[in-house]
């Protein structure tokens, strides 16, 4: 099956354009809205970590545009997202395991992207490949 792909300006207002995306996508396939909110919401923290750190967009961006790609597909009950982008590199495996107790005591803001999205998907791939990233989500639906 042909997956749906689509360009997103890499500005805060790409993460709800890839919500939409992935949430139409989805819901026109048929898949379950429980199966769905768990997609969508791993996609929303994968492009809000591109946004926000790969891309280092803070809201405002002088400059050429950034762009990221995600390209999505559904094949044998099998969901796949997959993102690509130009910023920083990334290692997953260097991600540590959030820490309420320092997030409720102030001492560190956030850090719990990673850790939803391996909650929400079966299998997070992410490579770093010459001038780009890609990182892809599996769900089986």
Same mark, same amino acid.
């Given at each position: 099956?042909?997956?749906?792909? !689509?360009?997103? &300006? ?5 993460? #709800?354009?890839?919500? %939409? ?14 199966? !769905? *909110? ?5 996609? %929303?923290?994968?492009? #809000? ?7 280092? &967009? ?26 690509? %982008? ?12 959030? *820490? &309420? ?7 560190? !803001?956030?850090?719990?992207? &990673? ?6 998907? *079966? ?5 770093? +490949? ?5 990182? +892809? ?5």
């Amino acid at each position: 099956m042909k997956p749906w792909r !689509r360009d997103f &300006v890499a500005e805060p207002a790409a993460i #709800s354009a890839v919500h %939409d995306f992935i949430e139409t996508t989805l819901e026109a396939k048929g898949v379950s809205a429980a199966m !769905r *909110d768990d997609i969508v919401l791993a996609c %929303d923290e994968a492009a #809000s970590n591109i946004v926000e750190h790969a891309l280092g &967009v803070k809201g405002c961006h002088k400059g050429p545009k950034l762009y990221f790609a995600v390209s999505l597909k559904y094949k044998k009950n099998k969901v796949t997202a997959t993102f690509f %982008d130009a910023g920083e590199h990334f290692d997953i495996r260097k991600v540590k395991p959030p *820490d &309420v107790n320092q997030n409720l005591a102030g001492e560190r !803001r956030g850090g719990f992207g &990673v850790f939803l999205m391996q909650r929400l998907v *079966d299998k997070i791939v992410y490579s770093a +490949r010459r001038h780009f990233n890609v990182t +892809r989500l599996e769900k089986e639906v």
